[in-house]
């Protein structure tokens, strides 16, 4: 079992760096991304947009998981996502870091 902090070494850092910036990991989270989300040509998405698609990724990967336990893990990551910021959207680039970073936990 890894322990918190070995995920988070130097050379995991790195190693984690390498594959976010790799063509066909690039290519393979911007085609889920087209294939799943409604961009604006503005390329953001809106929160509810945000929801909807965690919700059932979150049901997927965590099916025993409550679903106001859920709720609250998404309002999490979307806060935090987003950044604190007014509009209730997210952009294409937090978008696919938020896609790469579940993709890398599990």
């Known amino acids: 079992v890894y322990k918190?902090?070995?995920?988070?070494?130097?050379?995991?850092?790195a190693k984690r760096k390498a594959l976010k910036e790799d063509v066909d990991v690039q290519n393979a989270i911007r085609e889920f991304m087209t294939a799943s989300f409604s961009f604006t040509?503005?390329?953001?998405?809106t929160r509810d947009?945000?929801?909807?698609?965690?919700i059932k990724?979150?049901?997927i990967l965590r099916p025993k998981t409550e679903a106001e336990e859920l709720q609250?893990?998404?309002k999490e990551d979307y806060e935090r996502d987003?950044?604190?910021?007014q509009e209730d959207t997210?952009?294409?680039?937090?978008l696919y870091d938020s896609l790469f970073e579940l993709a890398d936990l599990w």
Do not use: A, C, T
Not at 4 to 13: A, G, I, P, V, W
Not at 41 to 45: D, F, G, L, Q
Not at 82 to 85: A, D, R, Y
């Open 4 to 13: 918190r902090q070995e995920l988070y070494s130097n050379d995991k850092m």
């Open 41 to 45: 040509p503005h390329k953001i998405v």
């Open 49 to 54: 947009q945000y929801f909807q698609k965690f």
């Open 57 to 59: 990724i979150g049901q």
């Open 72 to 74: 609250k893990l998404i």
């Open 82 to 85: 987003n950044e604190g910021k």
């Open 90 to 94: 997210i952009d294409e680039d937090k």
